[in-house]
């Protein structure tokens, strides 16, 4: 059993760091809460299932085509709807809010509210331990390393990277020094939604499609940011897998209760705000910035 | 200049008001509002099966009321009761109110349908349900029969019946396993979805598997919109389970079915999936839900009786798949509404309750007669049982759905053998048989 958990943790914790980081990233850099943020994971989902199925395109081309396009759209959205009102902090959330519905019933006419599946990429599993998993689990879990690697890199070892972490700490003095804020907003936006729509590519082989599934992934997504501490990376990440792995914990160790797991996990990230309110690695006075 | 404006505006406010206000001239027609989550399934189902029912009422010149005939008139009303009980009662108050309808059919979740039910019961419309399965549906009826009289369950049988047939299936099913692969005592694994209606049915499982001579392996309760059950499939196999009894009504049931294909876990699987009741399943399992056997109303190749085939041969050349027991809307319309107004002769709903309640009539999905309960109250409850309401068990096999149950059944000792025309036999998962046989 053990080894059942860790797997599972591991598996949802990193889907929730993927997530939340990108959602950390625009939130640190720009002060945007895109409620839309998982919106765009269930639009990448689709787009791999319209170009595997409806068009018959290999399905880890459907994935990077996908990605693109879900970046793309999310760079425009930024651009006609978000932009504009940057500086309106609760207008934001509410359009992001109002974009992610659209996004949903938009899927929902298209595609109706049938669950939907797209093949793994690899079939089949293997045993460790006795205990079976599917070559497709371990792929995802791979991907997920390799792209949460590929971010680490790009925000530590570039000169991007450095931009981006300089605005997140201090907007004003990043502008001040020639960093041209608005546009590390974009790219950061553009990086964020691309995240998302990886998120989708790596997912969708374990998960089934349907117009509300950007739903439950936003409450834990936002509970791990605020968990981790809003806007810290680091904390995204930490929070993603004690969040992950709790909710493995409370399927193996109480069956009856599996549909309890995102109440834990909410629970566990309410405790540890009630101990410290800024969250793990957040920041607890504004003027610390 | 201000006398003629203010004289505009009150010819503006008169005729806004009388288009509103009156009903449209002309002939009218008998107003069925639809209800139901129409951008799923379920939805689709109920309006397709009312379609269908007043698509060929109307071609016959419609339904005799008195001494003038009226076409059928649908209105499709969205509950959006996945998402939001709200919107559904919001649905059902504007059929009522800004519709006028004279009658609704459908619905799908309990949950909605017991609030949509006391809509409909304050505006005295006769509602037949075609989709939820809680008894205190029915018991309403029997506790408050001036108020909820004018409600009827359509379809499905109610979950406690449901229950029991699933438990008969799994009987059945307990009893091929235990016969081919020499298993001396079965060991049942109890999955059910956490929501309402599958709450009664954990101690009922509890209670009956040791009359049968099984035994219980485990329960679960997943979510219902869960995506990955990893954990309980690993636990199920590990508790050593040789049959897993599934109550699902929502999106897990895929999962559970695609996973447990993929990691071939040694269990059959018998209960109720809704998914599995309908031709995307093998889509969305990416064919591995293979041997899953389910509760059903319909099957293309098995007639209940000699509605059934043309009713389902009909559906499927009109709408390109089998239909769902919430197509049971067709029956509730072209079967109990319809001749319970011609005989009736009105629309009146006081007079038509007293004429469907004591109607024993065929339908498309076996025969309907209403129960009282042990007071002898009315329930408008549907009865179960050979000759009647006994819905069908379906298994996967190569990718299409075939009938499985029931097959020589006999209710009780005394009963004569039921097999229906079509069905066929269970057929065990090859990796199970291999696991098992000696």
């Not at chain 2, 996967?396 to 097999?419: F, H, N, R, S």
């Amino acid at each position: 059993m053990l080894l059942d958990i860790i797997i599972s943790g591991l598996i949802s914790g990193s889907m929730y760091a993927l997530l939340a980081i990108g959602f950390s990233l625009i939130f640190g850099v720009a002060r945007i809460v895109n409620i839309a943020h998982t919106a765009f994971y269930m639009l990448a989902a689709y787009g791999i299932y319209f170009g595997t199925y409806k068009l018959g395109i290999h399905p880890v081309v459907s994935m990077l085509v996908s990605v693109i396009l879900v970046t793309f759209l999310g760079l425009i959205a930024y651009k006609l709807f978000i932009d504009p009102i940057r500086e309106h902090e609760a207008a934001v959330l509410i359009a992001t809010i109002a974009l992610a519905i659209a996004m949903q019933e938009i899927m929902l006419l298209i595609f109706t509210g049938s669950y939907l599946s797209v093949p793994a990429l690899i079939k089949g599993y293997f045993s460790i331990f006795s205990v079976k998993v599917f070559y497709q689990q371990l792929l995802t879990f791979g991907a997920a390393l390799l792209i949460l690697a590929a971010l680490w890199i790009l925000l530590l070892k570039t000169k991007l990277g450095l931009a981006i972490r300089s605005t997140a700490e201090d907007r004003e003095v990043a502008n001040l020094m020639g960093m041209n804020e608005s546009r590390v907003a974009m790219i950061t936006m553009g990086i964020s939604v691309g995240l998302a729509g990886l998120t989708g590519a790596v997912i969708v082989p374990l998960t089934i499609l349907d117009p509300l599934m950007w739903m439950h992934p936003l409450i834990m997504m936002m509970a791990v940011v605020v968990l981790g501490g809003l806007g810290s990376i680091k904390g995204s990440f930490v929070g993603a897998y004690i969040l992950g792995f709790a909710e493995a914990l409370v399927v193996f160790l109480i069956p009856m209760g599996a549909f309890l797991k995102g109440s834990v996990a909410l629970s566990i990230m309410i405790l540890v705000l009630l101990i410290r309110p800024e969250g793990l690695f957040g920041i607890a006075f504004e003027e610390e910035r | 200049m201000n006398r003629r404006r203010i004289l505009m505006t009150a010819l503006a406010v008169f005729f806004l008001v009388m288009t509103i206000s009156f009903p449209a001239l002309g002939a009218k027609t008998i107003k069925i509002g639809v209800i139901g989550p129409m951008q799923f399934m379920q939805g689709k189902g109920h309006w397709n099966g009312a379609t269908m029912a007043a698509e060929e009422i109307n071609a016959k010149g419609g339904v005799k009321v008195g001494n003038k005939k009226m076409k059928i008139e649908l209105v499709k009303a969205d509950s959006n009761e996945f998402l939001n009980v709200t919107d559904a009662t919001n649905a059902m108050e504007l059929l009522a109110t800004r519709e006028k309808v004279d009658f609704i059919v459908g619905g799908f979740r309990s949950e909605a349908v017991l609030a949509m039910q006391d809509i409909a019961m304050d505006y005295k419309k006769i509602f037949i349900g075609c989709g939820a399965a809680h008894p205190e549906l029915c018991i309403r009826v029997a506790k408050d029969y001036d108020r909820y009289k004018y409600w009827f369950r359509g379809t499905p049988i109610n979950s406690k019946f449901l229950v029991r047939t699933s438990f008969i299936q799994m009987a059945t099913v307990g009893a091929i396993l235990k016969k081919s692969l020499n298993i001396p005592k079965v060991r049942v694994a109890v999955v059910a979805e956490k929501a309402m209606w599958a709450d009664p049915l954990i101690p009922a499982a509890e209670g009956f598997l040791p009359k049968i001579g099984m035994e219980l392996a485990g329960v679960w309760r997943p979510s219902p919109v869960a995506t990955d059950v990893m954990a309980e499939l690993s636990a199920i196999q590990r508790e050593g389970a040789h049959l897993i009894l599934t109550f699902f009504s929502s999106s897990v049931g895929i999962p559970f079915a695609r996973q447990a294909g993929e990691l071939k876990i040694p269990a059959v699987q018998v209960g109720i999936n809704v998914e599995a009741q309908k031709d995307g399943f093998w889509q969305a399992t990416q064919g591995m839900g293979n041997y899953v056997m389910t509760l059903n109303t319909y099957n293309r190749h098995v007639e209940v009786n000699e509605l059934t085939k043309p009713f389902v041969e009909r559906y499927i050349k009109r709408f390109g798949e089998t239909p769902t027991y919430n197509a049971g809307t067709y029956d509730a319309i072209f079967y109990t509404l319809a001749p319970a107004i011609e005989q009736a002769g009105t629309l009146d709903a006081d007079k038509l309750v007293s004429i469907i309640e004591t109607r024993d009539y065929k339908v498309t999905s076996g025969r309907i007669a209403y129960l009282k309960d042990a007071e002898g109250r009315p329930l408008h409850e549907i009865k179960w049982g050979p000759g009647y309401q006994t819905s069908l068990g379906v298994q996967w096999q190569d990718g299409k759905t075939v009938g499985v149950w029931p097959l020589k059944w006999k209710a009780t000792k005394e009963a004569p053998e039921i097999t229906y025309k079509g069905i066929v036999p269970y057929k065990i998962a090859p990796w199970v048989i291999e696991k098992y046989k000696k």
